[in-house]
């Protein structure tokens, strides 16, 4: 795996990366500086399988194979010598939230973090999850809890189940949504969050919120994503005062939320926009 591009935001905080595998596929990294933390956003395979439609590699079918544990790790790896980021941050955090769905490689990517864990403290996990069946977070429960710090996130995308198809193809039910949330919470040491991202006129509006509400618990956490237009995609970023309103609603039941707007914006383009336009074999 080598390094073969970089693309810088104005301000130079932010970053995605692409490096070729060895078989001459490319992969896509994001880097983003947040004060005394560094976030990399962490692609864990050569496309995608699952058809998220309002993700670029979800419309475009891309997906070629998963990536071996030594991937991930030279992937992680070669950014933190290139940008010689445990020299210049207090902590670093490598979230699986790129290009793949992490329970699809569950053992390469857990066997990366277990490696990376046990060579500096100073890293920390995240792992997104479309696809949060409840056996299998049994076992990432377990897993993870031998992991320092981890951070689980589920993403929701929908207020219920018939929006939810519409947008991911291999959906998890809600029903067994909340059964690995509510086991997750029950029995990790860790903290986990729902991700809802918020597209303009298909999950923004009164009705989904308040069905939203309805369904989360008082103690969920829901992190609130701002939308990258995609090439091609049909969903438009929805508008600062549809996040106000779930904002407001949220806090009034307090529950906790936070918002997130991702890099992409900055370096304008979408999440794994950038390698899947040169996912083609080189
Ligand atoms: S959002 Fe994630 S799981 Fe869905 S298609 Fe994109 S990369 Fe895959």
Redesign the pocket.
Known sequence: MKIIDKVFSEDKLSAKVLQATDDNFVIETGVFDDGNTCHLCVSCQIG?P???Q??Y??INKNYHRNLNKQEILDEIENIIEEFKLLNKYDNLCCSFMG???PMLNYDNVLATIQKLAANCERIYFALAT?LPHPDDIVKLTEDFNKVNQFKLTI?LHAPNDIKRKKL?SSHSSFVELRKAMNYYKKYSIHKAEFNYVLLKNFNDSDKDFYELLDFLEDDDRLKISCYNTIEGGIFEKSTEDRYLMLHRLLDERNIHNSKFESLGDKIDVG??QMAAKKLIRR
């Open positions: 995608c699952i058809s998220c309002m993700c590699n979800g290009v793949g769905e479309t993403s991911i999440c794994g």
